[in-house]
């Protein structure tokens, strides 16, 4: 697998290819996605618990239907151990079927999961399944169907036959504090539904957060392309000739009709890639241990109006100042003018100087803060200077424009215009501003899909086991519901009490799940953007949704409760 090196060897001069093992996969995806992927996979095997739980639910039903028969088997002489093979391999059976659809499903929505890890990089990821992959999915299966297996056979093994054989109708009461094993799984599956729709609220309010934060500049009809012209590398640096490269390119742009502003920088917006010098600034006495490094940006005039970043004070630079013979100036961000200066207004005319080489620059404008890094970091101390006025790491720049209209129309001009200035100019990608802002928040987008799905599925399944439980449960207790309505119990009451002892098993399965959530939510804590990991919100919504859910998921079973007709009823026992 070929891949471009990062955007730390391009800046210094060196671009280079990397050879890497297909089997291993990108490094970069390794390292973004590593931790997300494994609480993911954490998700998935709750939702995979809470599969098994409703299956044994409904395995234990079929059990109890098949009591007189499994007694006659025990009557004629079938061991204990010969049943529980046969309840074994029945589910084993069920779970191979129900492994073998789910292999064809993740085929075929790996394509989308591995298109979404890659949206927006020139490289692409094959996701097939391999020996590994298939065997982990066998053993998977084999476990599951053991799991979900193994209660309602060694139960069915252990009944009393002679008294199976004397109960025919088998009817056995169970709703609410009776419904046993069922009632047990019931509250397992809605715990664990909670913890996993806390984590799907915590992961989407993370992501609404990052979308809706103030970036500080305009995203929308931003255009960039990083360059790399000859002469750009830092051992073979001609700063003459780049400068009539980039200043013949930034004219031909800038006349290109539907361009706004145009502007170049030595960073693109969101990469981070700018130098990172201590400064000393006049009448500011660091405190002890104080870090006085500052992020240093180069750029060409018009860049704060190429990217729509307002100006608080002061001005921005002009052609006048990019000259080795002007005046050494600089734009600041609010941050390092707050931080050095005590305000925007007081930075004006102030002063700072370099303390690699002892450059002085004097303070022209304040910008407003913009997130030129990674969306979850703290915007730095930030100063512009321009690209004669930049001590080093001078060479490749970001071309940015501003359109009026979608920037994508003006990509293959500005590529073209690029190589009429410089035939052999290396070009990355054409990427659009709001394309990165969408790239940045990749791995977020990626989460809350996800856990949002294993939210909506785990609550779903909740939901079917709760309900067939309690359908089963009342289809089983016709009888004493019908004893119940003849001595004069109102239809209302009976079905509010079916209904209150179904949603005591839930509530009970909800507070364990809240308690659960509150125990392993720390794990998510650096996945978190805006809020704290115990939110509020998030455990209310998730606690409300499942209340919700189970009494929708109670209600027709109750409701079937009290219309049962007592002479029916009555007659059918």
């Not at 004397?166 to 664990?192: E, P």
């Not at 303390?355 to 404008?365: M, P, R, T, V």
Request: hydrophobic share 50%; charged share 20%; glycine share 10%.
């Amino acid at each position: 697998m070929l891949r471009q090196a990062g955007p730390k060897a391009a800046l210094l001069g060196h671009p280079r290819i990397v050879l890497e093992p297909g089997g291993r996969g990108l490094s970069e995806l390794r390292r973004r996605f590593a931790r997300p992927l494994s609480v993911l996979m954490g998700a998935a095997a709750l939702v995979l618990l809470i599969a098994c739980a409703n299956v044994a639910n409904l395995l234990l039903a079929r059990a109890a239907a098949r009591r007189r028969e499994i007694a006659v088997r025990v009557s004629l002489g079938a061991s204990r151990a010969r049943l529980v093979r046969q309840l074994l391999t029945e589910s084993l059976l069920l779970a191979l079927i129900g492994g073998a659809a789910g292999l064809i499903v993740a085929v075929w929505s790996s394509r989308t999961l591995a298109a979404l890890l890659v949206e927006g990089s020139a490289g692409a990821l094959a996701a097939r399944p391999d020996g590994i992959v298939l065997t982990f999915t066998f053993a998977v299966t084999i476990a599951t169907g053991l799991l979900f297996g193994i209660a309602p056979a060694f139960g069915s093994s252990q009944m009393d036959a002679n008294a199976a054989l004397k109960d025919g109708s088998a009817s056995v009461t169970a709703t609410g504090r009776r419904l046993g094993m069922g009632g047990a799984l019931v509250a397992a599956q809605v715990a664990i539904s909670v913890v996993l729709l806390v984590f799907a609220a915590l992961f989407v309010r993370t992501l609404v957060n990052l979308r809706t934060l103030d970036l500080g500049l305009d995203q929308e009809h931003v255009l960039t392309l990083r360059l790399q012209p000859p002469g750009s590398n830092q051992k073979r640096l001609n700063e003459a000739r780049l400068r009539r490269v980039y200043g013949s390119l930034l004219e031909r742009v800038r006349a290109v009709p539907g361009v706004r502003a145009a502007s170049l920088a030595g960073s693109t917006p969101l990469a981070g890639d700018t130098l990172n010098p201590a400064i000393a600034v006049a009448g500011y006495v660091p405190r002890a241990g104080e870090d006085m490094h500052v992020r240093l940006m180069q750029i060409y005039p018009d860049y704060f109006a190429s990217l729509g970043v307002p100006l608080l004070a002061g001005r921005e630079f002009t052609a006048a100042d990019d000259s080795p013979r002007a005046p050494r100036l600089a734009v600041i961000n609010e941050t390092m003018a707050r931080r050095f200066f005590g305000g925007s207004a007081a930075a004006i005319g102030r002063s700072f100087g370099l303390s690699l080489n002892g450059w002085g620059f004097q303070i022209a404008g304040v910008a407003r803060d913009s997130r030129e890094r990674a969306l979850r970091d703290e915007v730095p101390p930030l100063a512009y200077a321009t690209f004669a006025h930049t001590p080093t790491g001078r060479g490749q720049m970001t071309l940015v424009v501003r359109a009026t209209a979608d920037p994508r129309g003006l990509a293959a001009t500005v590529r073209q215009l690029a190589r009429e200035v410089e035939p052999a100019m290396v070009m990355l990608p054409v990427e659009t501003l709001a394309d990165r802002v969408q790239d940045a928040t990749r791995q977020e987008r990626l989460v809350a899909l996800l856990s949002s799905l294993f939210g909506t599925v785990a609550l779903t399944l909740a939901a079917l086991g709760l309900y067939g439980v309690l359908a089963y449960a009342v289809a089983r207790r016709r009888t004493e519901f019908g004893i119940r309505i003849a001595l004069g119990e109102t239809p209302g009451r009976l079905e509010r009490a079916v209904l209150g002892e179904s949603l005591l098993v839930a509530g009970a399965g909800m507070l364990a799940g809240i308690v659960a959530a509150f125990a392993v939510v720390r794990l998510v804590n650096r996945m978190l953007f805006g809020l704290a990991p115990l939110d509020p919100v998030s455990f209310g919504a998730a606690a409300a949704l499942m209340l919700a859910v189970a009494a929708a998921a109670a209600w027709l079973p109750a409701r079937h409760a009290a219309r049962v007709d007592p002479i029916v009823a009555l007659r059918r026992d």
